[in-house]
């Protein structure tokens, strides 16, 4: 019955317009919320984002920080306002230009029965006809992954499942190797959404430095929970409830946001 209904639901439609350079990103009054909901997950967002930028999301559960990726991406359709890709509505854009330039790691990563190479590449297997195997192993070293040779028995071949006679990776390496598997896939605009929930602190610092040496001019936005790596970010965006409490730098807003005063202070003691 499940099945059947989804058949039935609606295709997702979209445009004819191609980008193929990386544009700024706008938000115009955009509100959104889910079927079913009373209260809107975001309202009234409006937010320019620029080619190149490093922006960090931070705020409390539920007040929209992954549903505000999810709209970035164009993985949700908003309910009112527009996103504006230079000077493109989103919803004009053909699906090529919507997804091939956007690189994401979700907080809940799928673990593939695929080998180790294929477990990467899947990002992109188009890009894997056409390269090395050397770009595979530069995203899982980028990443921090670092399974043993005695586990990676058939190295980039060794099958990651047990069900299938393979081998199993602990939550931390399954991370790291969802994190490889985006940077592994070409892009322009990468999502990050607490993709270092399962890793520990000085590990995540690691990975986020290495990021910023490894992002060059790409956009890149960063939903994190641990503030420390918001310093890292040229901008940071404060949501509160749905909607924008604050946006600057990381020093203004310690300066003058109480809230975000109230939300570092909190994780100061661990950030020393």
Sequence with gaps: RKYFRFLDLPEQEYGEVHIDDQKDIVFEGVSFTYPGA?????????????????????????????????????????????????????????????????????????????????????????????SSDDEIQDALAAAGFRADDQQMTQGLDTLISKEFGGTDLSRGEWQRLSIARAYYRSHQLI?????????DPFEEDRIYRDFMRLKKNHTAV???????????????????????????????????????????????????
Excluded at 52 to 79: D, H, M, Q
Excluded at 191 to 199: F, H, K, R
């Design 191 to 199: 999502v990050l959404d607490e993709p270092t929930a399962a890793i």
């Design 38 to 130: 009373e209260r809107s997950a975001l309202a009234g967002i409006s937010l320019r984002i620029a080619a190149g930028e490093t922006l960090a999301i931070v705020g409390e559960n539920g007040s929209g920080k992954t549903t505000l990726a999810k709209l970035i991406l164009g993985l949700y359709r908003l309910n009112q306002g527009r996103i504006v890709v230079g000077d493109v509505p989103l919803r004009e854009l053909a699906s090529g230009s919507a997804y091939k330039n956007a690189s994401c790691v979700f907080q809940d990563f799928q673990r593939y029965q695929l080998s180790l190479r294929d477990n990467v590449a899947i990002s992109d297997f188009i890009k894997l006809s056409a």
């Design 222 to 272: 960063i939903i994190t929970h641990r503030l420390g790596a918001v310093r890292l970010a040229d901008r940071v965006l404060v949501l509160k409830e749905g909607r924008i409490a604050d946006i600057g730098t990381h020093d203004r807003l310690l300066d003058e946001s109480q809230y975000y005063r109230r939300l570092w202070t909190a994780q100061s003691r661990y950030l020393q």
